[in-house]
Nanobody, 124 residues
Framework: QVQLVESGGGLVEAGGSLRLSCAAS????????MGWFREAPGKEREFVAA????????YYADSAKGRFTISRDNAKNTVYLQMNSLKPEDTAVYYC?????????????????WGQGTQVTVSS
């Protein structure tokens, strides 16, 4: 069992930055690939970024490429999402998720555990 707790969301002006954190419980964090997803009002949950268990590979949605960076610190059981050059369309609840595999990381129904989410609001 893994429990995930997101933090770092908030209100920011367009062009600003935020860093989201996701702290995981348990001693097996390094066994999980991690992903970030987001869900805007009236829209389906969508993939944002993912990182493999060893941090060997990262993956991004087209909307995140060049602006967002996913990273992890296995010693701290934490995954991060650095978001720069934020746009109003980035406004959403952001969720982190854990998967016991490095495959299929862009698919939300492939993940085994989810956090409760953190709200990110970008004002224009």
């Amino acid at each position: 069992q893994v429990q995930l707790v997101e933090s770092g969301g908030g209100l920011v002006e367009a062009g600003g930055s935020l860093r989201l954190s996701c702290a995981a419980s348990g001693r097996t964090f390094s066994s999980y690939a991690m992903g970030w997803f987001r869900e805007a009002p009236g829209k389906e949950r969508e993939f944002v970024a993912a990182i493999t268990r060893s941090s060997g590979s990262t993956y991004y949605a087209d909307s995140a490429k060049g602006r967002f960076t996913i990273s992890r610190d296995n010693a701290k059981n934490t995954v991060y999402l650095q978001m720069n050059s934020l746009k109003p369309e980035d406004t959403a609840v952001y969720y982190c998720a854990a998967r016991l595999s490095d495959y299929g990381l862009g698919t939300n129904n492939a993940y085994d555990y989810w956090g409760q989410g953190t709200q990110v609001t970008v004002s224009s």
